[in-house]
C-alpha cells in the first residue's frame, strides 16, 4: 500500500496524526465545500464485512475517490483500501459469496460495471457496452444483471442507439419538436431518448449485449421512467424483473399513477402488478423465500406527497394487506429484515429521519434510532448499519443495535477536518402554532455565541413546500453557515411539514398563504420570546422554491416583519406559473384543479395581486435552468421591485437548475446572501 494510501486509510479509521492545530473557528462555505464525502456503502451478505467510497478533497479543492472496506466482526478495526485507480468507484454491492464486489466506473471512456476480488487484484471489466450505465442490480444467484442505459426506442441494438446518439450530436439544426407533454423535466429537454432496462448474463468475458425488457412499452407516447436502481429489484428466483414506471399515456405531465410493472428476463409483455391503485405505488422489495413483496403506496391520485403505506403482498395466493395501518408516518425506503416477518424502513419523525423495524404479522412499529437523519446501509443478525447526519454531523456510518442500543461510530471521514470548525448550539422548540396546536421547530446559537449579547435572525423556511428543516447536515442551505456568520438560526416546521403525521402535512394544501404564515409568524415571536439572545427586531428571512414563494408572500402580507429578504427560486405569479412549471400534479392538486377551473383559489394565494404593499429590502436568485420554476418567475419580482424603487439585487445563474450544484456557485451565493444580509442588519 502507498503511503499516501496508509495515511487516509488511518484518518478514515478514525486515527490522526499529532499536528499542532489553530483553536476551531466558525464554519464558513469554504470549509462545507472541501468536506470528504461518503458513498456507496454497502454490506456483505454474511454481515461481516463493510465496503464504501470517500471522495477526499485537499485544501486546494482537488479530489480523490477510493473505495476502502471494513471487517465488522473486529472491535476497532481499522479500514483496508481497495483502489487506488483515478477516477470514482460508485454503486458498490457484494457478489453472492462476499468475495468480490461489483461496482460501476468509468476507466475506459464509458461508464461500465466492473467486478474486484476482495482477496486482492486488480477488478475486471464485466460490461463492454456501447452505451454508459446509468445503474445496476445483480440477481441473488449473481449470474446474470439489469441495467440501466438510455437509448432510442426505434433501435433494436446498443449500437444503434449509440450511433444516433453520436448523429444527434452533429447536427446542425439545433429545433426541438414536440407533440405533446412532458417536454422537458426538472433541467433537462426531452431528447426523444428512454431510460430502458436490459438484463444480462454474467460470464467470464465483458458483456457486450442484453436483452432489452422494455423494448417497446414506449414507442407511442414518452414514458415517465424509473425514478433510478432503488426501484428495481430481480425476483427471487431470477426470472423476472419488478420495476417503477408510469404507463405510456399523454397525460404524463399531470399523474401521478406509478404502478409496479413485472416482466420476464428474457423479454415480452410487462404485467401490472398495481393496476387497481390510481396513485403513487413504489419501492417493491422480496423477502428472501420468495413468499412476500412488500411496497409502498399512495391512496390519492395526483398528490405526491401523501402518505406512503406499507403493502404486503402474498405471491402465491394474490391476498394482500396494509401493515400497520395505524402508524401515521410516511416511509421512503423499506425492505426486509433479518428474516421473512419483519421490515425496515426509514421515515421523517419530528424534525428527525428516524429507523424503524417493523413487524408483518401484528403491525407492531419498533423505532430503532431517532436522532438526526439517518439511512439504512444493511444489517447482520446483530447489528443495522446506517448512514447518520445531524446538523452537526456531515455523515458517517456508524452500527447499532436491533434494540437501538450500542450506537458505535465505525468512519470518521472528517475527523480533522471537522477539528477546526466551531458550530453553533442547537435545540428542538416548539409552540402553540395555527388552531393552537402544537408546531416544531430548531434554533441555532452563534458559532462565537457570548452570553448577555443580542444577535441578528436567519430565519429559514423551507421549500417543498410538504418539507422540513430538520436535525441533518446538507450542503445546501446549511443552517451552521449563518451560524458561522454570526447569526441565531431559527427553522420553523409550519402546517404543512412533512414528519409529524398526514393530517399536518395535508394542511397546507389550498392554503398555501394561511396556516404556514401564521405559524411563522406564532414561531418568531415565540422563539424570541424563549430565547431572550435572539433579536427580533432585527432579522432577515430565506427561502427556496416554495420558501421563496413565502419570501414574496411575506413581502405582501408582512411587510413589517424583517429587515431584509432572499428569495431563490420562489413563485410569483401563481396563474403563469401553472402554465410554464413541468409538474402540472403539483399545482392541480395543491391549488385544486388546473387554473382555469379554480382562478379563485389561484388569485387568493398569489403573491402578485399583493405588490402594492411591498417595501423590505430583497435579494432574488435564480437558475435559468430551473424548469420547476422558470427564472422569469424571479425576473418578475425583481422587476417590480427595480421599477418601484425597491432595494434589490438579482444573482442569476445560467448553468444551475433548481438547487446551486457547482462548488464555485456555491461559495458565491452564500457570499451574496451573507452580504446582503449583513448590509441590512449589522448597520
Not at 64 to 87: C, E, F, I, M, R
Not at 298 to 323: C, H, N, Q
Amino acid at each position: 500500500m502507498k503511503t499516501t494510501a496508509l495515511i487516509s486509510a488511518l484518518m478514515l479509521g478514525g486515527l490522526s496524526f499529532a499536528v499542532q492545530s489553530a483553536e476551531p473557528t466558525p464554519f464558513t462555505v469554504q470549509q462545507l465545500v472541501n468536506l470528504n464525502k461518503l458513498h456507496s456503502a454497502a454490506v456483505s451478505h454474511n454481515g461481516k464485512q463493510l465496503v464504501y467510497g470517500v471522495k477526499l478533497i485537499d485544501a486546494d479543492g482537488e479530489s480523490t475517490s477510493d473505495l476502502y472496506s471494513l471487517d465488522l466482526t473486529k472491535q476497532n478495526a481499522k479500514p483496508v483500501q481497495l483502489t487506488q485507480v483515478k477516477g470514482t468507484e460508485s454503486q458498490v454491492q457484494f457478489a453472492p459469496d462476499d468475495q468480490s464486489i461489483f461496482f460501476v466506473a468509468s476507466r475506459d471512456g464509458s461508464n461500465q460495471i466492473y467486478q474486484m476480488p476482495l482477496s486482492g487484484g486488480e477488478a475486471k471489466q464485466v460490461t463492454d457496452f456501447p452505451l454508459d450505465v446509468a445503474g445496476y442490480k445483480l440477481a441473488n444467484d449473481g449470474k446474470q444483471v439489469v441495467v440501466n442505459m438510455r437509448v432510442s426506442p426505434q433501435c433494436e441494438t446498443l449500437q444503434c442507439s449509440a450511433d444516433k446518439k453520436a448523429q444527434q450530436a452533429e447536427k446542425q439544426t439545433t429545433g426541438r419538436e414536440y407533440t405533446q407533454l412532458m417536454v422537458r423535466h426538472w433541467d433537462t429537454w426531452h431528447d426523444h431518448a428512454r431510460n430502458h432496462l436490459f438484463v444480462a448474463q454474467l460470464g467470464d468475458k465483458p458483456v457486450k449485449t442484453a436483452v432489452d425488457i422494455t423494448q417497446g412499452l414506449d414507442t407511442e407516447t414518452p414514458p415517465k421512467p424509473f425514478s433510478g436502481m432503488e426501484e428495481v429489484t430481480f425476483t427471487p428466483d431470477g426470472k423476472y424483473v419488478v420495476y417503477t414506471a408510469k404507463a405510456p399515456s399523454k397525460d404524463q405531465a399531470w399523474i401521478t399513477n406509478y404502478d409496479l410493472w413485472k416482466v420476464p428476463v428474457a423479454g415480452g409483455k410487462a404485467e401490472n402488478l398495481t393496476e387497481d391503485n390510481k396513485a403513487w405505488d413504489a419501492h417493491a422489495t422480496f423477502s428472501k423465500d420468495g413468499r412476500y413483496m412488500a411496497y409502498l403506496a399512495m391512496s390519492r391520485p395526483g398528490f405526491e406527497a401523501d402518505r406512503f403505506r406499507i403493502m404486503l403482498r402474498d405471491t402465491v395466493t394474490g391476498k394482500e394487506k396494509e401493515v400497520a395501518p395505524l402508524w401515521d408516518r410516511s416511509p421512503h425506503s423499506l425492505s426486509f429484515g433479518r428474516d421473512n416477518k419483519t421490515l425496515l424502513a426509514t421515515a421523517q419523525d419530528v424534525g428527525q429521519v428516524s429507523v424503524y423495524e417493523i413487524n408483518t404479522q401484528f403491525g407492531d412499529v419498533k423505532r430503532i434510532y431517532g436522532l438526526g437523519s439517518n439511512s439504512i446501509v444493511g444489517f447482520n443478525q446483530d447489528n443495522l448499519i446506517i448512514s447518520h447526519k445531524s446538523l452537526v454531523e456531515p455523515g458517517d456510518l456508524h452500527k447499532i443495535s436491533f434494540e437501538g442500543e450500542n450506537l458505535t461510530r465505525l468512519t470518521d471521514v472528517n475527523k480533522e477536518k471537522l477539528a477546526q470548525v466551531k458550530f453553533g448550539e442547537y435545540q428542538q422548540f416548539s409552540f402553540k402554532g395555527w388552531n393552537n396546536e402544537e408546531v416544531f421547530g430548531y434554533w441555532i446559537k452563534p458559532a462565537n455565541f457570548k452570553k448577555g449579547e443580542k444577535y441578528p435572525i436567519a430565519f429559514l423556511v423551507h421549500g417543498g413546500p410538504q418539507g422540513s428543516f430538520g436535525n441533518g447536515f446538507s450542503t445546501r442551505w446549511n443552517p451552521q453557515l449563518w451560524a458561522g456568520a454570526g447569526y441565531g438560526v431559527v427553522m420553523v416546521d409550519f402546517h404543512g411539514s412533512t414528519g409529524y403525521g398526514q393530517a399536518f402535512t395535508d394542511s397546507i394544501t389550498q392554503d398555501w398563504g394561511g396556516k404556514p404564515l401564521e405559524d411563522l409568524q406564532k414561531g418568531l415571536a415565540a422563539v424570541t420570546e424563549q430565547q431572550k439572545w435572539l433579536d427580533e427586531d432585527n432579522a432577515c428571512a430565506l427561502g427556496g422554491s416554495y420558501g421563496g414563494y413565502m419570501m414574496n408572500w411575506i413581502q405582501g402580507n408582512w411587510n413589517d416583519g424583517f429587515k431584509c429578504l432572499v428569495n431563490h427560486a420562489g413563485l410569483f405569479d401563481m396563474r403563469s406559473m401553472y402554465y410554464v412549471t413541468e409538474e402540472l400534479w403539483f399545482p392541480e392538486f395543491e391549488f385544486g384543479g388546473q387554473y382555469k377551473d379554480n382562478k379563485e383559489l389561484y388569485e387568493k394565494f398569489n403573491p402578485v395581486n399583493y405588490v402594492e404593499n411591498w417595501q423590505t429590502p430583497m435579494l432574488v436568485i435564480h437558475g435559468e435552468k430551473d424548469f420547476r420554476v422558470p427564472y422569469g418567475q424571479g425576473l418578475a419580482a425583481f422587476t417590480y421591485m427595480q421599477r418601484n424603487d425597491i432595494p434589490s439585487k438579482l444573482l442569476v445563474y445560467p448553468d444551475e437548475n433548481h438547487w446551486i450544484l457547482t462548488p464555485e456557485n456555491l461559495e458565491q451565493w452564500y457570499a451574496n446572501v451573507l452580504g446582503w444580509m449583513d448590509q441590512w442588519t449589522k448597520k
